[in-house]
């Protein structure tokens, strides 16, 4: 993904070839494949989730579920077909169901809990996270935190 040039690159494996794919929305980011092959990726300056389907060449988006939000990254669990959202505006991280298209959002613990990414425990779908800010006396507490969310049951 080119974040400011909004394309998305797609490399061959076999002839090394690259094609550039238009991305309709601005600044994709940190995009990762789910369990069916989707490409889902966070439209930074939008504010919005974006799935990429290769087969046919169709993107979808989807609304956050929160009010002034510039989504940092995320990553799939592929297990249970959830996509998880860093938040950085709106001291959340957010977990999309693909099946259902709906949204569960978790607050985060302190206030100004900007996270750049998510690790998945593929044993029992918890996540990992931490602040990022640097220093950390810009995030309530001031102390680096690693945090471990078990999401609620669906």
Request: proline share 7%; hydrophobic share 40%; with cysteine.
């Amino acid at each position: 993904a080119r974040l400011y040039a909004n394309d998305l690159a797609r490399i061959d494996p076999a002839t090394g070839k690259v094609t550039m794919i238009d991305f309709p929305y601005q600044c994709p980011r940190r995009l990762r494949i789910d369990a069916e092959g989707k490409l889902w990726i966070v439209a930074f300056q939008d504010s919005l989730l974006v799935s990429y389907d290769p087969q046919t060449g169709d993107f979808e988006h989807y609304e956050l579920p929160v009010i002034n939000e510039i989504p940092y990254a995320l990553n799939v669990d592929r297990e249970r077909g959830v996509v998880w959202v860093n938040g950085n505006q709106s001291d959340t991280v957010l977990a999309f169901t693909i099946a259902t298209k709906t949204w569960q959002v978790y607050p985060m613990p302190r206030q100004r809990f900007f996270s750049r990414d998510i690790e998945i425990d593929e044993a029992d779908g918890a996540i990992y996270t931490t602040n990022s800010h640097f220093p950390t006396w810009q995030s309530e507490g001031g102390v680096p935190t690693l945090l471990r969310i078990r999401p609620l049951a669906q």
